[in-house]
């Protein structure tokens, strides 16, 4: 019989929930407004809301669901209860405990990881790391993310406190990351430093645009040529490609996996990627490394915290 899981992906906007099954399959997708600018108790009201959905749903059509599993941004605690901070885009996410109430509210387990951790577990179980024992996983978007499994398993450090790949320093005399550090990766080659970068160019040069700046928008413009976006692109490819080439040399992975909205943007982004990887990586560590787009794209996260049961 088809067992199901609920999947739970909370983010600084919304909540994504779904049932997903053993296949990978998701059932029932929806998503939520996640109300993090609110409190951290409207936020653990709207995972429960979403909870509820999937669960009477799957009552009604007489659907076996296994636990919850939820991603969420920030450190999560060893034994997988307790956020224990770090995450900057939802209001007093601190210390809590999200897994008790939601169990003693829907009378299932609970389960809960970092987000893009759950995204690197959805695409091992069933995306662009199947078939891989060694692979990194990072997620490019208003932060950098990632992951990184070992033999098939995931490698969080001690007490599961580590793999904060965003967080890796990259211009040991440069800008203030939002960390309280000093040149991270994800402050130069985050989404969110592209276009803080870009609008900063635009506005020396007294350019204006008829729609809001984005990676979306950098990304168009790069493709038609506008020099303030070659430029703010090339300087993401570089930035991102070194960060890239230092967990190539430490980790040697089977295949670094890439998700995040800017990773889709075409084959371009990948190819320029590829080319600043290959300058700067220690040739015999790279031998056996392929980078490659993540497949599950925003249904990562979900997938891999449904897993967690599944």
């Given at each position: 019989m088809m067992?199901y899981?609920i999947g739970?992906d ?5 909540i994504?929930y779904?049932?997903?099954n ?11 407004p996640?109300l993090a600018?609110?409190s951290?108790?409207k936020v653990i009201?709207q995972?429960?809301k ?11 059509q007489?659907l076996?669901v ?6 969420t941004p920030?450190i999560?605690d060893e034994?997988n ?8 885009n939802?209001v007093g996410?601190?210390?809590i405990?999200v897994?008790s ?8 387990p609970v389960k ?6 759950m995204m690197g577990?959805?695409?091992m179980k069933f ?7 060694h692979?990194?996983f990072?997620t490019?978007?208003?932060?950098i ?5 070992i ?11 580590g793999?904060?790949?965003?967080h890796?320093?990259l ?9 309280g550090a000093?040149g991270?990766l994800?402050h130069?080659?985050s ?9 900063a160019l635009?506005q020396?040069?007294r ?5 809001e700046?984005?990676?979306?928008l950098i990304v168009r413009?790069?493709q038609?040529?506008?020099p ?6 090339n300087?993401h490819?570089y930035?991102?490609g070194r ?6 040399n430490?980790f040697?992975?089977?295949r670094?996996?890439?998700?995040g909205?800017?990773a889709e ?8 990627i590829?080319?600043v990887?290959?300058?700067?990586v220690?040739a015999?560590?790279?031998l ?6 993540a ?15 599944l």
């Amino acid at each position: 019989m088809m067992e199901y899981a609920i999947g739970i992906d909370l983010g600084g906007t919304s909540i994504k929930y779904a049932l997903v099954n053993q296949a990978g399959d998701l059932l029932l997708e929806g998503r939520l407004p996640s109300l993090a600018h609110v409190s951290a108790e409207k936020v653990i009201e709207q995972l429960t809301k979403a909870a509820t959905l999937l669960k009477d749903e799957a009552i009604k059509q007489k659907l076996k669901v296994r636990g919850i599993g939820l991603g969420t941004p920030g450190i999560v605690d060893e034994s997988n209860r307790i956020v224990l901070g770090g995450a900057e885009n939802i209001v007093g996410w601190e210390n809590i405990d999200v897994a008790s109430p939601l169990e003693e509210q829907m009378s299932l387990p609970v389960k809960v990881g970092n987000d893009a951790g759950m995204m690197g577990w959805g695409e091992m179980k069933f995306g662009s790391g199947k078939g891989y024992t060694h692979v990194v996983f990072l997620t490019v978007g208003t932060g950098i993310g990632g992951s990184v499994f070992i033999d098939g398993k995931p490698f969080n450090g001690y007490a599961n406190r580590g793999m904060e790949l965003g967080h890796v320093p990259l211009i040991a005399n440069g800008e203030r990351c939002a960390c309280g550090a000093v040149g991270c990766l994800e402050h130069y080659a985050s989404t969110s430093a592209l276009v803080r970068r870009f609008s900063a160019l635009a506005q020396e040069r007294r350019q204006s645009f008829d729609a809001e700046i984005n990676g979306e928008l950098i990304v168009r413009l790069y493709q038609e040529n506008l020099p303030t976006a070659v430029e703010c692109m090339n300087e993401h490819f570089y930035y991102l490609g070194r960060g890239i080439a230092g967990f190539v040399n430490i980790f040697s992975p089977q295949r670094i996996v890439i998700g995040g909205g800017i990773a889709e943007a075409g084959t371009f982004y990948m190819e320029n990627i590829r080319k600043v990887v290959r300058e700067h990586v220690i040739a015999d560590c790279a031998l056996n490394t392929e980078i490659v787009v993540a497949s599950l794209g925003n249904r990562a996260g979900l997938v891999g915290a449904a897993s967690l049961f599944l």
